[in-house]
């Protein structure tokens, strides 16, 4: 599976933006950059996923780089309610075995400040 | 709003006693996951389901065990709870679609169990 590299912390003051970088420089065509969080005592959520283009929903905005080695997903305003964990995440859009899993790396704990 | 229950949210338990966690979902999707969690530390997948009568194992090996008898319910059954069994358990699920790479999992809140 394709490894991402993310930063192990960031802060960020409230109502700022936040950039969260992830390199993945071993990503193959064929893989969707997903990302989730994971709030303090609870399950993880989905935040947003691309393919080569950027993407925006309500939550959050990923830009992708153009060679896709890395990307950076985007909170327009922090909130206090955004401090979790974020992670990054490779999966292959090829159908079948292993290719419906999640594999979690240690994220980046964002810590949002009032 | 993701419609997946995971019961209990806690569960302190001695040591020996055979425990079953309970996973839900009424979304209709046919894969289930479940990952276990230690406090401040990585997810790792223990079990997952294809659908119905499909069971697999994880990337972390554990002494747990699934059944995928129904569509909506995937337990998790430790038949002798150990100190070392001492974790976080979350319950997962997600629609095979076209495009997979585009699939989102729907995760459970969570069961924190405490074997003593």
């Known amino acids: 599976d394709a490894k991402t590299t993310q930063p192990n912390s960031m802060e960020s003051n409230e109502e700022e933006p936040v950039h969260l970088p992830c390199n993945h420089s071993?990503?193959?065509?064929?893989?969707?950059i997903h990302w989730y969080r994971q709030l303090p005592s609870q399950g993880p959520e989905y935040v947003i996923h691309?393919?080569?283009s950027n993407v925006n929903n309500r939550m959050a905005s990923l830009a992708i780089a153009e060679d896709r080695k890395s990307s950076t997903l985007i909170l327009h305003r922090a909130t206090l309610r955004d401090a979790a964990v974020y992670y990054c995440?490779?999966?292959?859009?090829?159908?079948?075995?292993?290719?419906?899993?999640?594999?979690f790396g240690k994220g980046t704990l964002l810590t949002v400040n009032p | 709003e993701a419609d997946i229950y995971q019961t209990p949210r806690y569960l302190v338990i001695g040591t020996g006693k055979k425990i079953t966690l309970e996973c839900s979902q009424t979304?209709?999707?046919?894969?289930m996951y479940w990952y276990q969690q230690d406090p401040g530390m990585e997810l790792h997948l223990i079990h997952y389901?294809?659908?119905?009568?499909?069971?697999e194992k994880g990337d972390l090996s554990s002494e747990s065990t699934v059944s995928r008898i129904r569509t909506e319910h995937f337990p998790l059954t430790l038949e002798s709870a150990r100190p070392s069994h001492t974790s976080q358990y979350l319950c997962?699920?997600?629609?095979?679609?076209?495009?997979?790479?585009?699939?989102?999992?729907?995760f459970g809140p969570g069961t924190r169990l405490l074997v003593l």
């Open positions: 997962a699920s997600s629609r095979g679609v076209a495009g997979i790479g585009g699939e989102t999992q729907y």
């Open positions: 071993t990503i193959s065509g064929t893989d969707y």
């Open positions: 691309g393919l080569t």
């Open positions: 995440i490779l999966r292959d859009a090829r159908r079948g075995g292993s290719n419906y899993k999640l594999t």
């Open positions: 979304m209709g999707h046919d894969k």
């Open positions: 389901s294809y659908g119905v009568n499909s069971t």
